[in-house]
Every structure is written in structure tokens, then in C-alpha cells.
């Protein structure tokens, strides 16, 4: 999405993908091999085409049946959280979530491109609820000083996602 407060695009010069089945494998390897239970994605892009990637990944765990958790500390493209998502989440056993939102204004999600709305915060969450977790469990990141905001309307984002029932955490832009 080229945001102007990512990071990614001066830290790595190209985009690039790992085969779900590579990755299934290197978890089956340290799930076998080390006693390794705990698998955390450092990934802005995780849900990027999901039939393709995140998707098969997570239906082959619930197959292999694995005690294992899964988290994804980096914020996660909300419009990509649909049911089946969501289930998938649950079920392959996805512990930590963090959800991309940035801001609550409606003027200022125009001008970063649309990219994500309240209604599709509010849908992700509805959607996670069903599947199974506690909204107090998810965490919706919010940024704080981005260019020309004011403090009202960082309270207000705050405020709207505490009364969505699930956790803030402060960026800082």
C-alpha cells in the first residue's frame, strides 16, 4: 500500500513470497526438531493475496492438527479479515493479533487512499468475535502525530476503538 509511515520500503529494496508449503516446512521442522510452539510473522503483508499464501498455510495446520501458537505482532490489512479468515485464525491457532487501522477520521482514511474504513474495523472485529476470541484480546494500532493531526482527533480514534471493545496501541508516525 506504499504508506507514508511505513518503514518497509527503505528497509527492503523488493517484495517478495515464500511457498506456503516451504514455510510449513520450516515449521514442522522446528516444531519437531527444537520443541518450538511459539511461530511469530514479522510481516506488513501477511494477508497480501491470501488464497495464495496465508490461507492454504493456516488450512494445512488445522490438518496436522499441531499444538502450536501463532502471532502477528505487525499490523495486519483489516479488509482481509473475513469470516473465513477469521476461522482459519482461530483455528490453526492464532494468538496474537494486531490489526492496521490508523485513524478513525474519515477525511484523513480518504487521504491515505482508503485503504481501510471504521466499517472495516468494525467487520474485522464482528468477524474475529464469531470465530471465536475475546475482543480484548486484539490489539488495533493507532497513530499518533501524523502530519497536521490534532489532538482531538487522535483521542477520538482512541476512544472509538476502546468503545469497539478491543485494546489500543499507540504508533508513533
Keep these: 500500500y506504499n504508506c507514508s509511515?511505513?518503514?518497509?520500503?527503505?528497509?527492503?529494496?523488493?517484495?517478495?513470497?515464500?511457498?506456503?508449503?516451504?514455510?510449513?516446512?520450516?515449521?514442522?521442522?522446528?516444531?519437531?526438531?527444537?520443541?518450538?510452539?511459539?511461530?511469530?510473522?514479522?510481516?506488513?503483508?501477511?494477508?497480501?493475496?491470501?488464497?495464495?499464501?496465508?490461507?492454504?498455510?493456516?488450512?494445512?495446520?488445522?490438518?496436522?492438527?499441531?499444538?502450536?501458537n501463532l502471532h502477528t505482532p505487525n499490523?495486519?490489512?483489516?479488509?482481509?479479515?473475513?469470516?473465513?479468515?477469521?476461522?482459519?485464525?482461530?483455528?490453526?491457532?492464532?494468538?496474537t493479533i494486531r490489526l492496521s487501522f490508523e485513524t478513525s477520521n474519515k477525511e484523513r482514511q480518504k487521504d491515505m487512499d482508503s485503504k481501510v474504513s471504521n466499517n472495516d474495523l468494525e467487520q474485522a472485529l464482528a468477524n474475529l468475535e464469531a470465530a471465536g476470541y475475546d475482543r480484548k484480546e486484539i490489539a488495533v494500532y493507532i497513530m499518533m502525530g501524523l502530519p497536521e493531526q490534532d489532538e482531538s482527533e487522535f483521542k477520538d480514534s482512541v476512544n472509538y476503538v476502546y468503545n469497539l471493545g478491543a485494546k489500543n496501541s499507540i504508533s508513533s508516525f
Excluded at 490438518?63 to 502450536?68: D, F, L, Y
Excluded at 499490523?75 to 492464532?94: H, P, T
Aim: glycine share 2%; with cysteine; proline share 4%.
Design 5 to 68: 509511515f511505513c518503514a518497509s520500503k527503505k528497509l527492503v529494496s523488493s517484495y517478495s513470497r515464500r511457498d506456503p508449503l516451504a514455510v510449513l516446512e520450516e515449521i514442522d521442522f522446528y516444531r519437531r526438531e527444537k520443541n518450538v510452539r511459539h511461530f511469530t510473522f514479522y510481516d506488513d503483508a501477511l494477508l497480501h493475496r491470501p488464497e495464495k499464501y496465508v490461507k492454504p498455510l493456516l488450512r494445512e495446520i488445522i490438518k496436522r492438527i499441531w499444538e502450536i
Design 75 to 95: 499490523g495486519l490489512q483489516i479488509r482481509y479479515i473475513d469470516k473465513e479468515m477469521a476461522k482459519l485464525f482461530f483455528e490453526s491457532g492464532v494468538k
